[in-house]
């Protein structure tokens, strides 16, 4: 025993000498102490915060460089010596170059506290590290209360692959999103259902997350600084610069039942490039998605009406085909009705490939050459309602003799590549740059047929594809004037957009009606000469065409079309004495095809003492319609009360769409105001409150649905329906006004507790809705409730969670980091068409309860370099409301789902190493 506890002295007491505790004290220049410094180590996880005396200790176990971090001031690293003690003053930042400008000003010493507007910035590495949620979109779901995103944005066919994004309540094609502050592309994807009905939106998740550094929200019209769209606000996702350390991580979570499992893999390094603060920072990250079932109970959704026989979901048993005929089938066949399931909504079978790189090199001593961009290749696979061996008009029993589940594969590849030069000229910051950017869809249906084809149909088809790019040039040029008042900023600019939209038709068995005939009739001139006259077509078997799902584009849809949008603006932000500042931007644009837009903001902030401020803003904006607004049409089938209808859109500049007597499209227009306070009663505690009110005009959507049974609808309108072997048509329209009026809170504090970190963090948003002005085209006056009908309504006023609530505290301590999170979500109304009666269909409106969701996780540090975490998403399965059985006789009750898109508890584990 005593050569043991010898040998175990020998062993311990190098390693007892190797540590050693520094101390010290960190002050601002003005000698004030700062508490809440994080205090670290460099390239390890040792590390800790500043008491409320500005007082540190810390264990060193190994390392070389202590490293000093506080939000609002410039870090500052120190070697270790052989001293233990480390007396620290940290300076204001100040703008350096190359860092990016907090969105909302030009002003480069800007900080989001003392804004005229409000901004919120979110750090993404302690998400990366310790939340359930993966993809950029879902993160600012469960942080930012003004941010609204759920999975596949409850929408269907291609639109499920994306998770679109709102601010304030308002569309998800009214806000601008920025990369490294510069303008970024569209998806290509004209959404139908769910948030973005009959809009394009951002698809955020073509970024990978581990490239990003931080994102800034401004959550304030700023049309009249970024140019269209800017109505709800602006994101601006700030890319990583790290240089010299490899970051690796890989998550995956499980839902309830061993579904829907996912997975997401990410690779960070940097380089540095030369000795004078050059970088390339890539990022890799590769995801997978695998098929999920509905959430909830086990027999949710589970169909129940006739399967073989004939008409098999559009009617119920009957005294002749019984249910014990099917049940008697179903077990000679050797499945169940599980068999016939529809897939988890907002989950697509996936697999995502992402690569971004972030680039800078100073060129001279007051400039340098920058770029970013990426590329991403995914591939989502949407599958909607299982086609019944009965449904005689879109099964063929010969082909599937048990039905099928058809699938849209969308192949989705996103560009982007920027490239700039910045520096100073005679004190003048000049920034010239050029982003360019596309996104392309493909759609390729599987499993599925052509009915109206029989025997001769393919079962894959190539149902075409459609992409948009855009391209802008820009220049930028700002200064700011130390002694002209207390500080003057100006900044102008101008920028040059080029936007094209192109669809390509699919292959002709995707789209065609096989059994369409001509239909001819006979006349006679005046002199007495009878001739044949074409009237028409007919379609001859009534099975549905084109390729089930959703129906190819023709080559009478194909389109190439641009359009060029010049741009100049002004800026200016004064501070009028030490206590107030005053703001102003003017914009005009002039687009090839739409009038010029001149929109103008102000903004003012007032500190009323050293802890706290109120300000206010006004703001014009604008949203040009996009291109594929104007010209994107297609046909797909769409389900009512259980029952399949096929339905064409129609491209704003048809034919058909001039014919019933709707215009063409016209830009949005916006008026925003904004007042509240910023207030920091002691430090590191922040509170900020906000209320908003925003008017849009003449806001696009898409019009109910016409009817091919109405006699009054014109030739053209009619010959659509007949061409296209649809029933149903509906048209992009300026179709209504709203008012947009809520209340934005924020808070966060951080301090020392029980020697560890503690960070809590408080957010808001209490958001009203309503339409204020319907347009009813002139001579469609008895269409005013299908031109808005009150589907339409409920998606732009009642579908958005008119509260929300997120509170989240993260503790961290030694090698431990706990995570607690509790989200609300107000409740939200549906409403439902029952039938189609003319004037006014008749709709069912489905009250949803609020919801709390609950994350948790702990992580451990394995060691300096190795974090494991463990954790759970929606930890109390909370899923929400149930679809009310009324909706559909022929189904099981379902999750609705749409509040925030949760498939219940998801468990999760994610393993991070930084070398």
């Keep these: ?423 100073k000229i005679r004190d003048w910051d000049v920034d010239i740059s050029n982003v360019y950017g596309k996104n392309d869809f493909g759609n390729v249906i599987t499993n599925s047929l052509n009915a109206s084809l029989g025997l001769k149909t393919p079962t894959t088809f190539d149902a075409g594809s459609y992409n948009a790019s855009q391209n802008t040039g820009s220049i930028d040029i700002s200064r700011y004037f130390p002694k002209a008042l207390k500080g003057i900023n100006v900044a102008f600019g101008a920028q040059y957009r080029v936007e094209t939209y192109q669809i390509i038709a699919g292959e002709e068995a995707s789209y065609s009606k096989a059994d369409l005939r001509a239909i001819y009739g006979l006349d006679t001139t005046a002199t007495g000469i009878v001739y044949q006259t074409k009237e028409g077509s007919i379609g001859l078997n009534g099975l549905s065409p084109g390729s089930q799902i959703h129906a190819g584009f023709r080559p009478e849809n194909e389109v190439s079309v641009n359009r060029s949008i010049l741009a100049g603006y002004a800026d200016i932000e004064a501070n009028i004495t030490n206590k107030w500042l005053l703001s102003g931007a003017v914009r005009l644009e002039s687009f090839s095809q739409l009038q010029n837009v001149t929109t103008y ?58 014919a019933l007597g709707i215009p063409t499209l016209t830009p949005e227009k916006s008026k925003g105001y904004t007042a509240g306070f910023t207030s920091q009663p002691f430090r590191n505690f922040e509170l900020t409150a906000d209320a908003y009110l925003v008017d849009v005009n003449n806001r696009v959507g898409n019009t109910g649905n016409f009817s091919a049974t109405d006699v009054n609808l014109p030739a053209e309108v009619r010959t659509l329906f007949v061409q296209t072997g649809t029933t149903q048509a509906k048209f992009f329209y300026n179709s209504f006004s709203t008012r947009t009026k809520g209340l934005e809170i924020t808070g966060s504090y951080r301090t020392p507790f029980r020697n560890g970190t503690l960070s809590l963090l408080l957010g808001a948003n209490f958001v009203q809705n309503e339409v204020t002005k319907v347009n009813t085209p002139k001579g469609l006056e008895a269409y005013r409730y299908i031109i808005f009908n009150d589907g339409e309504k409920a998606r732009v006023t009642s579908q958005i969670p008119g509260q929300k609530i997120t509170l989240q505290g993260i503790f961290k301590k030694n090698r431990l980091t706990y995570l607690a999170r509790a989200v609300y979500f107000g409740s939200v109304t549906n409403a439902s068409a029952l039938n189609a009666t003319f004037p006014k269909p008749d709709y069912f409106y489905q009250k949803l309860k609020p919801i709390w969701v609950a994350d948790v996780s702990v992580s451990y540090a394995l060691s300096k370099s190795i974090q494991a975490t463990l954790g759970v998403n929606n930890l109390f399965n909370e899923l929400g409301d149930y679809s009310d059985p009324k909706l559909s006789a022929l189904n099981n009750p379902s999750v609705i789902g749409i509040q925030n898109g949760s498939a219940g508890i998801q468990p999760f584990v994610r393993v991070t190493a930084k070398l």
């Design 601 to 658: 903001k102000v903004a003012t902030r007032y500190s009323i003492t050293d802890w706290l401020g109120i300000r206010a803003s006004h703001n014009t904006g604008f949203r040009a319609p996009d291109l594929a607004q104007y010209y994107y049409t297609e046909t797909s089938t769409s389900f009512q009360q259980g029952r399949a209808i096929d339905q064409v859109t129609a491209s704003n500049q048809s034919a058909a769409t001039r």
């Design 1 to 423: 025993m005593k050569h043991l506890l010898l040998f175990i002295l020998l062993i311990s007491t190098p390693l007892l000498a190797q540590q050693r505790t520094l101390t010290g004290i960190v002050r601002a220049e003005d000698g004030v102490p700062l508490p809440g410094v994080n205090v670290a180590i460099k390239n390890t996880r040792q590390g800790t915060i500043t008491d409320a005396d500005g007082h540190f200790a810390l264990t060193l176990v190994k390392g070389e460089t202590l490293l000093f971090s506080f939000i609002g001031f410039t870090a500052k690293e120190l070697p270790i010596t052989s001293a233990n003690e480390y007396n620290v003053t940290l300076s204001p930042s100040t703008h350096t170059l190359g860092e990016v400008q907090v969105v909302g000003s030009r002003n480069a010493n800007r900080t989001k506290i003392d804004s005229p507007v409000p901004v919120d910035i979110i750090d993404l590495k302690p998400l990366l590290e310790s939340a359930p949620q993966v993809s950029i979109t879902q993160l600012l779901q469960y942080v930012s209360p003004s941010f609204h995103s759920v999975n596949g944005t409850n929408a269907g066919d291609a639109g499920s692959a994306l998770n679109l994004s709102q601010l304030r309540g308002l569309g998800v094609d009214q806000l601008l999103v920025l990369v490294n502050g510069k303008r970024r592309h569209k998806s290509a994807n004209i959404n139908w259902g769910g948030l973005g009905n009959g809009a394009t939106g951002y698809d955020l998740n073509a970024i990978p997350t581990a490239a990003i550094e931080r994102v800034e929200i401004l959550r304030d019209g700023a049309a009249a600084q970024y140019g269209s769209d800017a109505i709800a606000g602006v994101i601006n996702i700030v890319l990583n610069k790290s240089v010299d350390q490899l970051t690796l991580s890989s998550t995956a979570s499980s839902r309830r039942r061993g579904d829907g499992v996912t997975t997401r893999t990410n690779a960070n390094y940097g380089f540095a490039l030369g000795k004078t603060g050059g970088y390339l920072n890539t990022t890799a990250e590769f995801a997978t998605q695998a098929i999920s079932i509905l959430p909830g109970r086990d027999d949710a959704g589970l169909y129940l009406g006739p399967i073989y026989g004939g008409g098999a979901n559009t009617r119920n048993y009957d005294a002749i085909y019984t249910k014990e005929i099917d049940e008697a089938i179903l077990t000679s066949r050797g499945i169940d009705r599980h068999h016939f399931d529809r897939r988890g909504g907002g989950s697509n079978k996936a697999k995502d490939a992402l690569l971004f790189f972030n680039a800078a090199v100073p060129i001279r001593q007051n400039a340098e050459l920058y770029a970013f961009g990426g590329i991403s290749h995914r591939n989502s696979q949407f599958t909607a309602v299982y086609r019944l061996p009965g449904w005689t008009e879109r099964n063929n029993s010969f082909l599937y003799p048990d039905g099928f589940l058809p699938a849209m594969e969308n192949i989705i590849t996103d560009k982007s590549f920027a490239v700039g030069v910045k520096g």
